[in-house]
């Protein structure tokens, strides 16, 4: 008789450190994401009252991979719309389908990455990954520039005016423009 290999055991103490039974020593939730990453399955309880809490660890991977610049498989769209189907009728359709269509998209990952490889050449896909990988570093820089916040403005000394402070808020954002013009015109001759 095949025997199923039972799911490691995680404990999570109040201190919110996560406890791997089976090698005894402390995980991290990068370290539990590389074991779901290799197929490895855990169950994770809290250790004071032994209330599973899996699926809440598996939501806090999921937000902690989605903050990781660049690393985004959720848009917006669909984040907004998986928030409308709570509480609405359809609610208890959606973990099926969405779990038939991740098996699906699961079962033919590696049949797209062949079909890929094929079409473009190996150095080719390698090629538009990376160049894929450029533009999500070069918008995410270019947005980081119109944010308001994007960099730290300087202590205010006691002696600078008001009217000295605004000038070189001014000459800053002048820079940052011309930085941004010349890593446009830069990129447009690639």
């Known amino acids: 008789m095949a025997t199923e290999k039972q799911p490691t055991i995680i404990k999570k103490y109040a201190n919110r450190r996560l406890y791997h039974t089976g090698t005894s020593t402390y995980v991290t939730l990068e370290d539990l994401a590389g074991m779901v990453r290799e197929g490895e399955d855990f169950v994770v309880y809290d250790a004071k009252s032994g209330e599973d809490i899996t699926r809440s660890v598996l939501t806090q991977i999921i937000f902690e991979q989605e903050n990781k610049e660049g690393q985004n498989l959720l848009p917006v769209t669909v984040l907004r719309q998986l928030i409308r189907f709570y509480?609405?009728?359809?609610?208890?359709?959606?973990?099926?389908?969405?779990?038939?269509?991740?098996?699906?998209?699961?079962?033919?990952?590696?049949?797209?990455?062949?079909?890929?490889?094929?079409?473009?050449?190996?150095?080719?896909?390698?090629?538009?990954?990376?160049?894929?990988?450029?533009?999500?570093?070069?918008?995410?820089?270019?947005?980081?520039?119109?944010?308001?916040?994007?960099?730290?403005?300087?202590?205010?000394?006691?002696?600078?005016?008001?009217?000295?402070?605004?000038?070189?808020?001014?000459?800053?954002?002048?820079?940052?423009?011309?930085?941004?013009?010349?890593?446009?015109?830069?990129?447009?001759?690639?």
């Open 87 to 190: 509480g609405d009728s359809l609610q208890s359709l959606v973990p099926s389908y969405l779990e038939f269509s991740m098996n699906n998209l699961s079962q033919e990952q590696q049949k797209l990455r062949e079909q890929m490889t094929q079409a473009f050449g190996p150095s080719a896909f390698q090629a538009m990954e990376e160049q894929v990988r450029k533009n999500m570093t070069f918008f995410t820089e270019a947005m980081s520039m119109f944010s308001p916040f994007a960099q730290p403005k300087p202590a205010a000394d006691a002696k600078t005016e008001p009217k000295e402070e605004a000038s070189n808020d001014i000459e800053a954002l002048k820079r940052q423009m011309a930085d941004m013009q010349a890593k446009l015109d830069k990129l447009a001759r690639q």
